[in-house]
């Protein structure tokens, strides 16, 4: 498996200064300015802002100036699996099923800001549009590995006190074996083509969901 991402942090911090410039034709960004932008964050030169979002700071900012042509529609996601299956979205999509996600976990879910959640994904598409969309909503992610054993699972539920877990069709039995000792989960999500007794469908759900 493979994943592309375009959005590096210090990349990111400089464009949205200079929105001008971008990596394409002749206008390519140079490493080093890039790192002295950086730099001079870190050493105190430039100002922070009192609050930054990555989600709507940056993801929303690429897709703005891509929406309004001042950037190449390039993929800022590009997934693509060991069957040569590809997944390919742009900042404009990108930004649009993360916002989806959001509300998922939000509404459907009934998470809120602080809220924990705990995935336990492999590295499929749906694993990043949860990440994106828990710095939306502000909201906890736990990631975990699918190597995860139902004793794990359980220690992460009871330690973090999440309300919510999401997971695949291979791991769901394992969650399913500790639900007894999880007294603080409220909400299961599944990332599966089917439906399960007592889970919610993400995909199901996410093709419903309007912004």
């Given at each position: 498996?493979?994943?592309f991402?375009k959005?590096?942090?210090?990349q990111?911090?400089?464009i949205?200064r200079?929105?001008s410039?971008?990596f394409?034709?002749n206008?390519?960004?140079?490493t080093?300015?890039i790192?002295?932008?950086?730099?001079?964050?870190?050493?105190?030169?430039k100002?922070l802002p009192e609050y930054?979002?990555?989600?709507s700071?940056?993801l929303d900012e690429?897709?703005?100036l891509?929406k309004?042509?001042?950037k190449?529609?390039n993929?800022?996601?590009?997934?693509?699996?060991?069957k040569?299956?590809?997944?390919?979205?742009?900042?404009?999509?990108?930004?649009?099923?993360?916002?989806?996600?959001?509300?998922v976990?939000s509404?459907?879910?009934?998470?809120?800001?602080?809220?924990?959640?705990?995935?336990i994904?492999?590295?499929?598409p749906e694993?990043?549009?949860?990440?994106?969309?828990?710095?939306?909503?502000?909201?906890?992610?736990?990631?975990g590995?699918?190597q995860l054993?139902?004793?794990d699972i359980?220690?992460r539920?009871?330690a973090?006190?999440?309300?919510?877990?999401?997971?695949?069709?291979?791991l769901?039995?394992?969650?399913?074996s500790?639900l007894?000792?999880?007294?603080?989960?409220?909400?299961?999500?599944?990332?599966?083509?089917?439906?399960?007794?007592?889970?919610?469908?993400?995909?199901e759900?996410?093709a419903?969901?309007?912004?």
């Amino acid at each position: 498996m493979r994943t592309f991402l375009k959005s590096w942090i210090p990349q990111c911090l400089w464009i949205l200064r200079s929105p001008s410039r971008t990596f394409h034709g002749n206008n390519r960004l140079l490493t080093f300015q890039i790192t002295s932008h950086y730099e001079s964050i870190n050493q105190g030169k430039k100002e922070l802002p009192e609050y930054f979002n990555f989600a709507s700071d940056v993801l929303d900012e690429w897709a703005r100036l891509e929406k309004v042509g001042r950037k190449p529609a390039n993929p800022a996601f590009w997934w693509v699996s060991d069957k040569g299956e590809e997944v390919k979205w742009s900042f404009e999509e990108f930004g649009s099923l993360s916002k989806k996600t959001a509300n998922v976990l939000s509404e459907a879910c009934g998470l809120r800001r602080g809220d924990r959640i705990v995935a336990i994904l492999p590295r499929v598409p749906e694993w990043w549009l949860l990440n994106v969309a828990c710095m939306r909503a502000g909201i906890v992610l736990i990631p975990g590995t699918s190597q995860l054993t139902a004793k794990d699972i359980l220690y992460r539920l009871q330690a973090s006190k999440a309300k919510c877990i999401v997971t695949n069709d291979t791991l769901a039995p394992a969650v399913e074996s500790v639900l007894s000792g999880s007294e603080f989960l409220k909400s299961k999500l599944i990332v599966g083509q089917g439906s399960r007794d007592g889970w919610l469908n993400f995909k199901e759900l996410l093709a419903d969901w309007n912004i």
